[in-house]
């Protein structure tokens, strides 16, 4: 049975797409929501449409949020594209406190404003602890990034990880 | 030291680049590039890029949501 005591969360367009290279939205599943401004949602119907028709996640379009003028700045301090500026948006005006994204950049303007960050790495591992996936499945999806997904990492800190998890999971093979 | 490098820049990138330099607010489009490229830089520096992915480890294996 999927848990719902996870909180509504905002997408930035990295995590959908990655996650959907990966064929594992799946771990979004127990997101009572995962809120998408429409600029992500371009995005991602753009690069990765089949993302956006995932039936097992709440993914709720969102219009535009009003943009501050001190959210033009933060986006032109951080270099962010629009779907980025679109999502922290979303998050000020909801008082959303989660944003899912990867670019360092957004995280780092996300940090900025007080809001919580998660990306696929992330989300992936998570998924463990909530029931979603097997270690083994996810250790598997951790391997394959680097052929599977368009999601950039460092290789020696992506193993890294890796060792990590299976440390933290008893697994055998660490 | 200056170093050549050859790179392609869609149309609208381009134009928004002009667009500066014609208003005042670049020399030329290399100095875009040039501020462009830094600012991407600063922001995405390794250890930054590290931190959030180590700290989402430790979220994802003990955190609470």
Same mark, same amino acid.
């Given at each position: 049975m999927v848990r719902t005591d996870a909180p509504v969360v905002v997408a930035d367009a990295g995590p959908l797409i990655h996650l959907d290279e990966l064929d !594992? %939205? $799946?771990? %979004?599943? $127990?997101? #009572?929501e995962v809120w998408v401004p429409e600029d992500v949602w371009s995005e991602v119907a753009l690069h @990765? #449409?089949? !993302? %956006? @028709?995932?039936?097992?996640i709440r993914l709720v379009r969102h219009e535009a949020s009003p943009i501050s003028a001190r959210m033009n700045a933060i986006a032109a301090l951080y270099s962010l594209h629009r779907g980025e500026r679109a999502a922290l948006a979303l998050c000020l005006e909801h008082s959303i406190g989660t944003l899912l994204a990867d670019d360092t950049a957004a995280r780092l303007a996300a940090t900025s404003l007080n809001l919580v960050t998660h990306g696929t790495l992330g989300l992936l591992i998570r998924s463990v602890r909530r029931g979603l996936r097997s270690p083994t499945e996810v250790l598997a999806l951790l391997n394959s990034i680097a052929t599977r997904s368009t999601l950039h990492i460092r290789p020696s800190l992506l193993d890294d990880v890796i060792r990590q998890v299976q440390r933290e999971w008893n697994d055998p093979s660490a | 030291m200056s170093n050549l490098i050859q790179a392609e820049i869609p149309d609208g990138l381009l134009q928004q680049a002009n667009a500066l330099v014609s208003q005042g607010w670049a020399s030329n489009v290399q100095e875009v590039v040039n501020e462009s490229l830094r600012r991407y830089l600063e922001s995405h520096q390794d250890v930054l890029a590290e931190r959030f992915v180590r700290d989402d480890v430790a979220w994802a294996l003990h955190g609470e949501d």
């Open positions: !594992a %939205l $799946d771990v %979004l599943a $127990d997101f #009572p @990765r #449409p089949q !993302a %956006l @028709r995932h039936s097992g | -």
